[in-house]
């Protein structure tokens, strides 16, 4: 969206947070030129339908005060669609990132208002190969673009220095992942490679969601050290010695296409990973990851931890270079071009405006 707001507004639509003490507001923030985030505000006690219509409230306040004539919607989920029901714009974008109906606690109208969604998009984009496979038969226009990286951004940990305090005392190796912890890790197979390798020290960094922390397996060599931001994980990767993608193969996890694969890369890690077929292909048919089973995992973290790491970097080096946030964005960004030809679909037209409001609940 910073690339996006280099020619046009942005305004990012948060999730609610349940914390005004009195009326619904809305905090805007201009995090840079162009971009602003947009974060709800509601009463803790707020729920259901109260949710919704005071969203809505705070979306036609923002339209309002800055005077916004979208040029574009772009939605991250289909659940938003309800939400800007009562935007239109000449072009809409659902920009599909996860198969959000298999995850727990989905919605029940998740898949109904996608249908919805589907209707009204005039493109659809899909973060990674399998979820194009589902979706293309749904629309007329779907692309796959999976996420990329910023290289410069994980380049930093291949530079000797100082643990962060509190990965300081954890002695090596050490095998780290970084992420949200919630039901798509294989929390048993965590346990049983802690258990295998009692000598191997795992790092784990994220927030834990829809998990309950309790649950989480207690071993001396494991380490939960909770979220980390962005510009801090650098320098806990600098610190690993192998990262791992410990993801259990269920519906949750059918269709992601793990964004970390292409960062720990960059960061010339070498990387294990269980059997997500957007790991398998590319990653694990071109060697850059070693992909495993239960009964395998820890045998295949050995063999990653003996990996020449030269060699392995320079193939990770020449993957990771092949791709870049610009070139996906400037491909997304021909392909919403090339939409004033289309004229099939039935979506609103309206003036054309400078904005591009972007709906989503990530």
Partial sequence: MARFARIRRVFFFEEPVFD?????????ERVEDGLHVCVPHLPPHASGAGVLAAQRALLDELADAHALRPE????????????????????????CMDELSAFAGAPPRLRELERALFERAHIVFTGGH?????????HPRVHALPSSVEPEHYLRARVPQDDPPDQASIPHPRAGYFGVIDERLDLSLIEQ?????????????GPIVKVDPNALPRRPNLHWLGMKKYEELPSYLAGWDVALMPFALNEATRFISPTKTLEYLAAGLPVVSTAIRDVVRPYGERGLVHVADASTFAHAVDEARATDRARHRAAADAFVARTSWDSTWNRMRELIEALDDVRERNAPQVSIGEDAARCSTT
């Fill in 130 to 138: 399998s979820l194009y496979e589902s979706k293309r038969r749904h």
């Fill in 193 to 205: 490679l802690a258990d295998a390798r009692p000598d191997l020290q795992l790092v784990f960094l």
């Fill in 20 to 28: 005004a003490p009195g009326e619904p507001r809305l905090h805007v």
């Fill in 72 to 95: 574009v919607l772009w939605f991250y989920t289909p659940m938003a669609l309800e939400l800007a029901d009562g935007l239109h714009a000449r072009r809409v974008v659902y920009d």
